[in-house]
């Protein structure tokens, strides 16, 4: 593993680490991640949790959120489960990637 980048050897620890039947508690696992590389790590959580397994997980990754099977608990909102689209992340980056340059000129404006 220590010839791999930080994602990767996350990966791998995954891969050959995890087990079914497992409770995982994860903190932001997204954070060195690619975006195609949390789609991996979305694929192993789902085969994961189809053997049994349950995770518990931080996380501020509009991917790892829009998992189907999951439930969204927003600590911020005394522990309500909320819808994907509902999230803050979700509704941040759909406003950004239908209008990067809109939100630019709001963000760089002075």
């Known amino acids: 593993m220590h010839s791999c980048s930080h994602g990767e050897s996350f990966l791998k620890l995954i ?7 497992g409770l995982y508690i994860l903190d932001e696992p997204e954070a060195a991640l690619s975006p195609q ?14 053997n049994g397994s349950q995770f518990i997980i931080a996380t501020h990754s509009p991917i790892l959120l829009s998992y189907k099977y999951g ?13 994907y689209e509902d999230t803050e992340v979700y ?11 809109g939100m630019q ?3 760089f404006e002075e």
């Open 15 to 21: 891969d050959h680490r995890f087990w079914d039947n």
């Open 71 to 83: 439930k969204i608990i927003d600590m911020n909102n005394k522990m309500k489960e909320i819808k």
């Open 91 to 101: 509704k941040i980056y759909k406003d950004f990637l239908n209008n990067p340059y």
């Open 37 to 50: 590389s949390q789609m991996t790590l979305l694929c192993y959580i789902h085969k994961l949790a189809k």
């Open 105 to 107: 000129k709001v963000l």
